[in-house]
């Protein structure tokens, strides 16, 4: 039986609530809060590694980091990553992923889902069926083209 995306979305939140999750700021805790993610870490401008070291220390050893989909966000994901790993910790990657999925470029965001849900309308300008579908923007991915020398 299929799940629909509101069903999908509380068994994804269900998964983050067994999890440490690290964020970027204050107001990313408070929307996970709002849904019920207790388990959040920010990150407040703190060393990365201190960030990790601290967690190591603590006898985490699995997380999940929920930053922002901007450049930047990707860009503090792929170095804290690092630093995680450093310590031999599992970042778990694939919640990240699945959520990225509602359509929503910052995770302070997720706090206002519940609309979008009741609604069953517009999220930022993508219906809900574009959301579901994997979309290439290039056209050209894979051809080779012809330089001038």
Known sequence: MLMDREERFRKLLR??????????????????????VINTIPINGKPLSAVAHTLHEKGVTEVVILTDY????????????????????FV????RHKLRKYGKGKIEDFAYIEQDFKNKGDMHGKTFADVDKVRHTRHDKGKRHNREP
């Not at 804290?80 to 910790?89: A, F, I, T, V």
């Not at 778990?92 to 919640?95: F, K």
């Open 15 to 36: 998964e983050l609530g067994d999890k440490t999750v690290i964020v970027e700021g204050r107001r990313d805790v408070l929307a996970l809060k709002s849904l019920n």
């Open 92 to 95: 778990d990657s694939s919640l």
């Open 70 to 89: 901007d450049r930047e966000g990707k860009e503090l994901y792929r170095k804290l990553k690092m630093h995680l790993e450093r310590y031999r910790l």
